[in-house]
């Protein structure tokens, strides 16, 4: 178990793509999977690995978000010593870069025990296993490790992703970006070619050079973020990459939100991501279980509780207290909490954010690659 290590979660994250589901809220509390949001991957990867302290490091937005993860009670972090530290949610400026978050509390970084850090973002959406990492980076004696993946070339759920170009040893000799092009083949068909070595954004290194590091990008004014600090560092810091093997979703636009519901439809990648390195941990809600009616029909659907179904659901994925009236017929789309599909609707590849009706005889249709959103709706 890793009990020198702590981890520092950085929630300063592009939403350029994905604005039609962070109106109101930040990308780590976006639900996802029906009862989990996209924060909780990643905290619970942390906790599996025996890490207890932990720094989310947010600003606007994030009401939902400490709602959710309210003292870590889920995670085993609601600790005396140690446990779960939210910094800067009431903040006003929402233009702050994580080197700033973090320079205005420093003191969290100075008054901690331990002598280890694992930075990460929330938008990689895996299972890990943290102490493999670590103890790949501690027997490397390297400055810093990055965790990576291999993946297809030009695959557009991870455009503008960071990626690394590694010798032999996979010492990480320098940083770009995965450019998403499309190249026609003699059948004029579109094809990808080749792979990548994609960053996940997730380092781990010493809390001393950490420190080093916030001061020096405090001091020059040279960096506004600590992952470009890193990477623009290559050449002065001795940095190797670990390989991550399992599955990887990065949430950072509509289309890859969608696709990644839609890939945890499927038996595989939904026991490789719940499962493969501990389970995945969430806020606990105590709902009853959902009622199938006589005239309700399900297939290959993640159904969560409290729900009322009566009409078709195929291929898709309900959060809590959705209800599906009789003749209504809902296929290839995320239904978020508190939702009501009235008699004879019509949906396929939609996203409807939480709180909304769907009016009777409504017909609604996106594309695999563009799904369709309905915003949320607020309460009142």
Known sequence: MLSEYMGILSLNENTDNIKSLTKNRLIASIPIAGRYRIIDFTLSNLANSGIKNVGIFTQSKARSLIDHVSSGKPWDLNRKIDGLFVFNFGESNTNLKDIEMIRNNMEYLYRSKKKMVIISTSSMVCNIDYEAAAKFHEQSGKDVTIIYKKIVANNPCFKDCNVLNLSKDNTVIGVGKNITFSKQNANNDLTCEGSVNLSMDMFMLSKELLINLLNNCIKTGCWIDIKNCIYDNIMNLSTNAYEFKGYLAYINSVQSYYKANMDMLNL???KDLFFSSGLIYTKVMDEPPTKHFSSSNVCNS????????????????????????????????????????????????????????????????????FPLVIEKRSLY
Not at 343 to 368: F, Q, Y
């Open 268 to 270: 595989d990648i939904n």
């Open 302 to 369: 993640l159904i969560s509780n409290g729900c009322l179904i009566k009409g078709t659901v195929n291929n898709s994925v309900l959060s809590r207290r959705v209800s599906i009236e009789e003749g209504a017929e809902v296929s290839n789309c995320v239904i978020m909490q508190g939702c009501t599909i009235k008699s004879n609707a019509k949906l396929n590849n939609v996203i409807v954010d939480k709180n909304n009706v769907i009016e009777e005889n409504t017909d609604l249709k996106g594309d695999t690659d």
